[in-house]
Structures are given as structure tokens and as C-alpha cells.
């Protein structure tokens, strides 16, 4: 497993710590993909997706800033904020984003826009917080265009490097398990269950990580960003954590 990924993991266990009393947000890495994402499954679960491709070459700033504004969305709750959206504007697919009239298309990106500066600013924070530095850390937005959902990522990093004086670093210290993000990597390691199988087309709540790979888009015509919500994997291999078992293994280990 690449330090990419685990690093993504030691930060998705801090914060899942930090925000969420230790409750385990899904964690999917994504083969052959630069797609990140978060969603709700209809057990109420939070889902994180995060394309292998788009993580592969990223810094350490860059990887904490990517991880924090993803939780950003999550403690956010835009996930739930985005199927309202959704909802009010009649959108079930990107094709019903592109076919929405002009003043609606605008209005709906307005909203849709406001959460990724939202969360941008809130990763800001967490990333601060870290020690990490947040304009290097969104660096990589620098190469982002201008979407219906997302604001071009120069205007992204602007508003950044506006916002960084009065930016508030996010308290860790009374984090229970701060100590996660010290761990070295084999402890990380040591802490996963070696090859779970998960079955074709189920996402077992049960699973924290999971490598994966999503089918090659049918003829359709959708693109990726659909699958975040109609989610359908074919696992390849599962490496895997029991929801249960990785919070108390983290305990051991800090009172230990
Ligand atoms: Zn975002």
C-alpha cells in the first residue's frame, strides 16, 4: 500500500475521531480513477472515495488539505445539503444539471459552488491545525476548471490566501487519538485485516478501507461523477478494517 494511502487513512481516522466520535466515514480507494468524493449510503453511513490516480504524486500538505476538505463536507453535512439542492432543481443525473434552464443552472451553481469555498475554508483550518501549510496544501486546485458544481480553482486558492489571517487552526490536542497521525506506517498496517473479500456489488458497513475499482462507464453517456451516487463496485481486493476494531485498536495503543 502505497504512503499515499496511508496517509489518507492515518488522517481519515484522526478526523472520523475529532468529528465523529470515533465512528468510521468509509474510506474507498479507486483504481485507474482521479475522482474524490463523499456521500451517504442509505444506511446512513459516511462514504469517502478517493481516486488512486489523483493521490499518487500529491505532498504531504497537499494530501492533509485534499482529506480535510473532503471531511469538510462530511462535518458540513453537504451530502445530505446537496440531494435537497438536487431535489428543489429536479436533478437526478449531470444531465439534468447540463439541460437546466439558464437563471436555474446559475442559482443551482451559486449554492453548489458556495459548499466547495465552505469547505475549502473549513480543510483550511483542520490542515492549520495540523501544521500543515493550507495555500501549498490547495496548490493542486490550481489546475482545476470551472464547473457546474465547482468554482475555478484559482478563485479557489485566492480565496484561501484572502481568508488565511483570520483562519482559526482547528484545536487537535484534545483529540483522543491525535496520535494516530504518528504511527508509523507498519502499526497502520498491523491494524488491517489482510485481504477481506468483499462480495461483488455490496459495500459491507463493516468494511473502514477497501481498494477498489468501479466498471468501465456503460453506454449511457453518464460520466464517473454519477457513480457517487448510483454506487456499484467490483472489488478487486478489499484490504479491510472492522468498523468495531479499529477504534479500540487505536485506544489500546494510545493508553497502551
Ligand atoms: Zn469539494
Request: hydrophobic share 45%; glycine share 8%.
Amino acid at each position: 500500500m502505497a504512503n499515499q494511502s496511508l496517509e489518507v487513512l492515518k488522517l481519515s481516522v484522526l478526523f472520523d475521531n475529532h468529528f465523529f466520535n470515533g465512528v468510521p466515514t468509509q474510506v474507498h480507494f479507486i483504481q485507474n480513477s482521479s475522482l474524490v468524493g463523499t456521500w451517504i449510503d442509505d444506511q446512513g453511513a459516511a462514504n469517502l472515495s478517493i481516486g488512486l490516480d489523483r493521490i499518487q504524486f500529491m505532498s504531504s500538505d497537499q494530501l492533509a488539505f485534499l482529506i480535510a476538505h473532503e471531511y469538510g463536507h462530511l462535518v458540513l453535512k453537504h451530502p445530505e445539503k446537496t440531494l435537497e439542492i438536487q431535489q428543489q432543481y429536479g436533478i437526478a443525473s449531470s444531465f439534468d444539471e447540463f439541460m437546466l434552464s439558464f437563471d436555474a443552472k446559475r442559482d443551482y451553481s451559486k449554492l453548489m459552488r458556495e459548499m466547495e469555498l465552505q469547505a475549502d475554508l473549513f480543510g483550511a483550518q483542520l490542515v492549520l491545525g495540523l501544521g500543515h501549510d493550507p495555500v501549498s496544501g490547495a496548490s493542486f486546485l490550481l489546475a482545476e476548471t470551472k464547473s457546474i458544481q465547482h468554482p475555478e480553482g484559482t478563485l479557489r486558492v485566492a480565496k484561501i490566501k484572502a481568508g488565511e489571517q483570520s483562519l482559526v487552526a482547528e484545536d487537535f490536542s484534545g483529540t483522543f487519538n491525535h496520535l494516530a497521525l504518528q504511527l508509523s506506517d507498519a502499526e497502520v498496517l498491523a491494524a488491517l485485516v489482510p485481504s477481506y473479500a468483499q462480495p461483488m456489488g455490496s459495500v459491507d458497513s463493516a468494511v473502514k478501507a477497501a481498494v477498489e475499482s468501479w466498471p468501465v462507464s456503460g453506454a449511457d453517456g453518464g460520466y464517473a461523477g454519477d457513480t457517487l451516487y448510483g454506487f456499484e463496485v467490483s472489488v478487486l481486493l478489499t484490504i479491510a478494517v472492522l468498523a468495531c476494531a479499529i477504534p479500540k485498536w487505536w485506544r489500546r495503543t494510545s493508553v497502551g
